[in-house]
């Protein structure tokens, strides 16, 4: 168990859609970073968080946003939902703001599948 | 951005036997570059980091080595067992900062009993 939580597991909806995903951090942890993984595919960062602020981003699609908020955790919004966002969607933390110098912790993910 | 290449064709080896596994990337030499395990719908599992001026590190069967001349990672699991098949990925910062962590495709090894 790596401390990080994700909810929900698992989630279908239709095309044209609005969900989100919900990130809980390790505790202590102040960084929270979305990666996106499809079917076969890498993974692909989206964006990064520090104690509530945005850090870094990635190819996150304007159609996605997402927030850190002051108790830590995040939430990943996912709009107007085509096919091709079915994938695998992971938060990880991590202690620092620089990443590449620390592990990152990641959660089990949250499968999305758009119908 | 980085650009991470890793054998994307499966790793199949008989248990017992070393496993190495490669990872080449372009562009700029990191200070830093980490390994992961995923298994199967599971998020990925931090394994090792090394620093560029470590050139090799080991933690129990598992042994890291770091060649910044050849822009390339080699990750070693010896003595493996089936316990060990899962999707290996190394991950290096950007060089925008390191905040960001980007992630090679991965290798899938799989170790025959």
């Known amino acids: 168990d790596s401390g990080v939580t994700q909810t929900p597991k698992h989630l279908i909806t239709a095309t044209g859609q609005r969900v989100t995903l919900r990130c809980s951090p390790r505790?202590?942890?102040?960084?929270v970073y979305w990666y996106q993984q499809s079917l076969d595919q890498g993974l692909q960062f989206l964006i990064q968080?520090?104690?509530?602020?945005?850090?870094a981003k990635g190819n996150i699609l304007e159609r996605f946003s997402a927030q850190q908020f002051p108790d830590l955790h995040s939430e990943l919004n996912l709009s107007s939902l085509e096919l091709g966002d079915s994938a695998l969607y992971f938060c990880?933390?991590?202690?620092?703001?620089?990443?590449?110098?620390?592990?990152?912790?990641f959660g089990e993910g949250s499968r999305l599948t758009v119908l | 951005s980085q650009k991470i290449e890793q054998n994307s064709e499966a790793l199949n080896i008989q248990e017992g036997k070393t496993a190495t596994l490669t990872c080449n990337y372009t562009?700029?030499?990191?200070?830093?570059l980490q390994w992961y395990r995923q298994d199967p719908g599971r998020g990925p599992v931090f394994l090792l980091l090394?620093?560029?001026?470590?050139k090799e590190k080991r933690k129990e069967r598992l042994k890291v080595t770091f060649d910044t001349t050849l822009k390339q990672s080699l990750f070693h699991i010896t003595a493996s067992q089936p316990a060990d098949s899962a999707t290996y990925l190394c991950?290096?910062?950007?060089?925008?900062?390191?905040?960001?962590?980007?992630f090679g495709t991965g290798t899938k090894l799989q170790v025959i009993p």
């Open positions: 505790s202590g942890d102040l960084s």
């Open positions: 090394i620093r560029e001026n470590e």
């Open positions: 562009n700029y030499s990191p200070a830093y």
């Open positions: 968080y520090y104690n509530g602020e945005e850090r």
């Open positions: 991950a290096l910062p950007d060089s925008g900062g390191y905040q960001k962590v980007t």
């Open positions: 990880a933390s991590s202690v620092t703001v620089i990443a590449g110098v620390g592990e990152l912790f």
